[in-house]
C-alpha cells in the first residue's frame, strides 16, 4: 500500500525539471543572452564588433537613460500611493460590515486589471483629447474653457497624467491582494478592541496595519518591480514625449534595439534596468520591514 501512494523518484525529477526548464528559459537565458549582446556593437545582422563594457560606459554617461531612470522613478512613487493607498481604503470598506454586494464591487474593481496595458492606453488618450477628450468637455460643460489644453502636450503634467492609468488599471490587482490579508485576520482581536473602546482609527492604526504589514510589504514589492518596467501605455499615449518628460527606461531601451538598431547597446540598457530594479525593489523592501519591525 505505501509503494502504491509512495510516488516515485523519475515522476519527482520530471515535475521539478519542467518549472526549472521553464523558468531557466523565460527568465535566465534572456538575462544570460542580454549580458552577451551587451558587450558588442551590433545592429541585428550578422556582423558583431566585440567593444567589452563600452556599452556600459556609454550607460553611465547617457542623459537620457538616467532621465529616464527619474521619471521610472516618479510614476513608482505616484503609484504607490495610487494603487496600494486606494486600494487599502478600498479594501477596508469592502471588508466592513456595511458594505452590501461585495463581490460586485470585486469585480467591477478587478475588470481594469484584465485590460491589456495598450487598451488602456488608448482609453486614456481618449480622455486627454483637445477636442473630442472627456476631461475638456467637462471643463467647457462647467465654464471652464481657461482650464482647457492639450493635456499630453504639457510637459509639466504628462508625467502625472501617464501615471494614473496605472493606478486605474492596477487597483484591484492589489485589493484582492490586500482583502486576502484581512481575510486571515483573527476577528475576535478586533471584536476585543470594540469592547474596549477602541475606536475606528486607532484599530486600524494599531491592529489592522500592523498585521497587515507582510501584505503591504508583498504590495510594495510588486508595486515597484511593474512601474520600474512600465512601458505599453506610455508607448500608446506619448512615445516618451513632450520631449522627454515621460520617457522611461524600457521605452529608451526599445528605441535603441528596434529604431535605432543599436542591439548591443539596448541590451545593455535592458541590463541596467533589470540591476536599477532589482536595487530599488531590495532597498525599499529592507527599509519597511526595518520600520515596520522598530
Known amino acids: 500500500m505505501k509503494s502504491i501512494l509512495k510516488p516515485k523518484k523519475s515522476i519527482f525529477i520530471v515535475y521539478l525539471i519542467i518549472p526549472v526548464l521553464i ?5 535566465i537565458l534572456p538575462i544570460i543572452s542580454a549580458s552577451y549582446y551587451s558587450l558588442f556593437k551590433w545592429s541585428g545582422g550578422p556582423k ?4 567589452g563594457l563600452s556599452n556600459y560606459d556609454k550607460l553611465i ?3 537620457i537613460f538616467w532621465k529616464s531612470f ?5 510614476i513608482t512613487i505616484i503609484c504607490i500611493v495610487g494603487q496600494i493607498g486606494i486600494a487599502l481604503i478600498l479594501a477596508l470598506f469592502i471588508n466592513s460590515k456595511a458594505i452590501k454586494l461585495k463581490k460586485a464591487h470585486l469585480a467591477v474593481s478587478y475588470f ?4 491589456s496595458a495598450v487598451v488602456v492606453g488608448y482609453i486614456w488618450s481618449m480622455l486627454y483629447d483637445y477636442n473630442n477628450g472627456l476631461l475638456n468637455s467637462l471643463l467647457k460643460l462647467v465654464g471652464a474653457d481657461n482650464l482647457v489644453r492639450p493635456w499630453l502636450s504639457d510637459s509639466n503634467l504628462a508625467l502625472i497624467l501617464v ?3 496605472l493606478i486605474w488599471k492596477n487597483i484591484g490587482y492589489f485589493l484582492i491582494i490586500i482583502l486576502s ?3 486571515s485576520f483573527d476577528k475576535s482581536i478586533l471584536e476585543m478592541s470594540e469592547i474596549d473602546g477602541a475606536t475606528s482609527i486607532k484599530k486600524f492604526w494599531f491592529i489592522t496595519l500592523p498585521m497587515l504589514r507582510k501584505t503591504l510589504v508583498v504590495c510594495l514589492t510588486l508595486c515597484i518591480s511593474g512601474n520600474m518596467k512600465v512601458f505599453d501605455h506610455i508607448y500608446v499615449m506619448t512615445g516618451g514625449g513632450p520631449g522627454t518628460s515621460t ?3 524600457a521605452l529608451h531601451a526599445y528605441q535603441n534595439s528596434f529604431v535605432r538598431y543599436k542591439m548591443g547597446y539596448g541590451s545593455s540598457l535592458s541590463i541596467g534596468i533589470l540591476v536599477l530594479s532589482i536595487f530599488i525593489t531590495m532597498l525599499a523592501r529592507k527599509i519597511t520591514l526595518e520600520k515596520s519591525e522598530s
Open 23 to 27: 523558468y531557466f528559459f523565460v527568465i
Open 48 to 51: 558583431m564588433k566585440f567593444i
Open 61 to 63: 554617461h547617457d542623459v
Open 70 to 74: 527619474l521619471n521610472n522613478l516618479t
Open 112 to 115: 481594469p486589471v484584465i485590460l
Open 163 to 165: 501615471s494614473f492609468p
Open 181 to 183: 490579508g484581512l481575510s
Open 247 to 249: 520617457m522611461v527606461m
